[in-house]
């Protein structure tokens, strides 16, 4: 019995260690990328960029706010929005007609949970209940880092309901996140993306080259320049 106990308490040492070793590291990430107060001090976040595809590229405009968000193209110097979440419902527009699409309530669950995520999710994982755990290390593109997974509950994924996951990677020297692992919200298809080139805008620290990849397809951001602080109004989010 007393071999028992000490198993059980060693196995339980295990957890405590390894919920103090993740909290410990996004600790340490959100310090690197400018501290939690800078963080909880923005209020939205516009980035300007070009957008590169196998369709061609577009220069973008994304607009962030809490609880809000849209993406919209440039075009003869005019801006079209392509999509845009307005605290309740998602909307994307027809790329013929540019007529409006209000998207599933599925969908709009999902938006709902990357809006609330602003400005940055592991500034926010406490505060939205998430559970962090380090699964270990690995090595990313030549980067040695730690793997952490984060648990945010259910929602659903391609007409499902399942346990909403996704998997971080933040490099060991530098503390910041190279890689997110996500399974895409309409079906089995998972969604690579990597961050690359951060440099500091208002005392935080942002990527300036963004890569997606779904499944053959691959995607990516090259960031002209992010606007912190800027005075947006809600109707921007409104479909009309």
């Not at 106990?5 to 959100?30: D, G, P, R, W, Y």
């Not at 003869?76 to 999509?83: A, E, L, P």
């Not at 208002?202 to 912190?228: E, R, T």
Request: with cysteine; glycine share 8%.
């Amino acid at each position: 019995m007393k071999k028992i106990q000490i198993v059980f308490m060693f196995l339980c040492s295990i957890t405590v260690i390894n919920a103090q070793t993740a909290e410990e590291i996004i600790k340490k990430h959100i310090e690197k990328i400018g501290g939690k107060k800078a963080w909880s001090n923005i209020n939205s976040i516009q980035l300007e960029g070009e957008l590169t595809s196998s369709a061609g590229s577009d220069e973008i405009l994304s607009i962030n706010k809490k609880g809000k968000y849209n993406g919209n193209k440039k075009v003869n110097g005019k801006i079209v929005i392509q999509y845009t979440f307005d605290g309740n419902d998602f909307w994307d527009f027809d790329r013929i007609s540019g007529k409006p699409i209000k998207r599933s309530k599925e969908m709009s669950l999902r938006a709902k949970r990357v809006a609330s995520e602003f400005p940055s999710m592991f500034v926010m994982a406490k505060e939205l209940g998430y559970k962090i755990e380090l699964l270990g290390e690995e090595n990313i593109m030549g980067n040695n880092c730690y793997k952490l997974k984060i648990a945010k509950g259910e929602i659903f994924i391609g007409g499902k309901k399942e346990n909403h996951e996704s998997i971080s990677f933040i490099n060991k020297e530098t503390l910041l996140e190279i890689l997110t692992e996500e399974k895409h919200v309409r079906g089995d298809n998972m969604i690579y993306t990597y961050y690359k080139d951060y440099k500091e805008v208002n005392g935080v620290l942002l990527p300036f080259k963004i890569n997606w990849f779904i499944d053959d397809n691959q995607m990516s951001i090259m960031v002209n320049s992010y606007i912190i602080n800027a005075k947006i109004d809600d109707e921007i989010f409104k479909v009309n």
